[in-house]
């Protein structure tokens, strides 16, 4: 499983190419959290993993939220008063307000500038701006185009439409030796925007495609969702999996140049965030830890009381924190194709821990088995494989997870994994009944 540790410079290079082709190929689509613009998305992440989609028909009840009406756009643009498109929605899917109504009208300057968006500390970009549960129209532009608009009567036009329709998901399924799940869920409704969306999306989509095929003691569920409303949706329509779940991760942000930041679930001390600090401690990049808030990505839902799911969110920079968030300036150079390479071999070394997090017992409890006359001993003395020959034996009583050991020896992972399956190979440690994991997790 873990290949993805094993990859030299040259192939992490390629797959980090790769990964960002993927994401390069989306960016131009005009994503919302309805419409066409995340079903031709899907289209695309479906030529890479098998996927499922579903269709959620407007006006459906989901908990306390409504399915909205399906927003769909052709185009978009301001006409100055000698009929030159100075803002123009070809140009730029940000230039429209994400689910603005329709409009064709002509107007004054002032009337226009209440509808009117730009970053006056960063006059080159372009804000992302949404207003879906609120039916208005606005356009986005740089602060300089703004600036550079005389008086005069502007020919505004957005062909939009905003109608019944559907919302749209898509879910990979991947079956694993038990019915147990791990989800795995990422916002595939931004446009043009490469961190805030695309990373995710990329980086999930490379996760299924290299967990496919594989033997896996979980079930895993990747989620392709509009943020919040899908979320919702996906939760209002599947109890049943919902219960199934035991880990989860949101991953969002994850292509940039900076270090990592987990955040952990509501509960606190999930397996899922023990897993996921334990990995970023040994990742070699700079790695933070987050406490749960009841802001973010989707984790809000998953981590709702109701459900309290162990789902946290993995990112590189934070939304919010970086100023390239939500403007145009979060673009396929902000995202970094050894970034996300990077970040897909911390994602599958935290699904590693938790595929392989299990109580051992220790069949010669009674002393310190010879470890010697078995070639276990060799090598530098004190050296961290011999010692995480003896942590594994010394702390598999049948309670201690592999992660237990991990955490309180300070060795990786890995390593006191790859020592425990060396140790049951020459019959000095088993595999502890998973009923005592249970009790432990
Ligand atoms: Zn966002």
Redesign the pocket.
Same mark, same amino acid.
């Given at each position: 499983m873990s290949i993805l540790n094993g990859l030299d410079e040259a192939s992490r290079a390629s797959l980090g190419l790769e990964m960002h082709g993927f994401a390069a190929n989306l960016f131009p689509i005009c994503r919302s959290i309805t419409g066409n613009g995340i079903r031709q998305t899907l289209g695309h992440i479906k030529a890479q993993i098998s996927l499922n989609t579903f269709d959620v028909p407007s006006g459906k009840r989901v908990f306390d939220w409504t399915v909205p009406k399906e927003w769909n756009i052709r185009d978009a643009y301001i006409a100055d008063p000698a009929g030159k498109r100075v803002v123009d929605f070809q140009k730029c899917n940000l230039h429209v307000l994400n689910y603005s109504v329709p409009v064709n009208e002509k107007m004054l300057l002032s009337k226009l500038k209440g509808h009117l968006f730009t970053i006056p500390e960063h006059p080159d970009w372009i804000p @992302?701006r949404t207003s879906y549960y609120k039916e208005d129209w606005g356009f986005c532009l740089t602060h300089h185009q703004m600036t550079q608009l005389k008086d005069g009567e502007y020919g505004v036009r957005i062909d939009s439409t905003l109608q019944d329709g559907f919302l749209t998901y898509g879910e990979c399924f991947l079956a694993g030796r038990t019915r147990e799940e791990i989800l795995i869920s990422c /916002?595939a #409704?931004?446009p043009s925007?490469a961190n805030?969306?695309l990373s995710g999306v990329t980086v999930a989509t490379f996760l299924a495609k290299h967990l496919a095929g594989r033997d896996l003691r979980y079930s895993y569920r990747f989620l392709f969702i509009p943020?919040t409303i899908g979320a919702i949706t996906w939760l209002a329509r599947n109890r049943e999996a919902v219960e199934r779940i035991r880990h989860g991760l949101v991953l969002? #942000?994850i292509g940039d140049a900076g270090g990592f930041h987990y955040k952990k679930s509501r509960r606190g001390n999930a397996e899922i965030d023990r897993a996921a600090a334990h990995v970023l401690r040994h990742c070699g990049e700079e790695a933070k830890i987050l406490e749960f808030s009841p802001y973010g @990505?989707d984790e809000r839902q998953y981590c709702s009381p109701g459900f309290n799911l162990p789902v946290g969110c993995l990112m590189r920079s934070v939304?919010g924190t970086f100023p390239e @968030? /939500?403007t145009s300036a979060d673009n396929l150079e902000f995202i970094r194709p050894l970034k996300l390479a990077d970040s897909l071999r911390v994602c599958a070394a935290i699904l590693d821990v938790l595929e392989n997090n299990r109580c051992y017992r220790n069949e010669l409890p009674y002393g310190e088995p010879q470890l010697g006359r078995r070639g276990l001993y060799g090598g530098e003395a004190g050296g961290e494989e011999i010692m995480a020959r003896l942590w594994v034996l010394n702390l598999s009583d049948g309670h201690h997870t592999l992660l237990d050991i991990a955490e309180q020896s300070g060795i990786v992972f890995s390593r006191i994994c790859a020592a425990a399956e060396l140790l049951c190979e020459k019959g000095l440690l088993s595999v502890a009944s998973d009923d005592q994991l249970k009790s432990t997790v």
């Open positions: @992302y /916002h #409704c931004h925007l805030d969306n943020g969002t #942000c @990505y939304w @968030y /939500h």
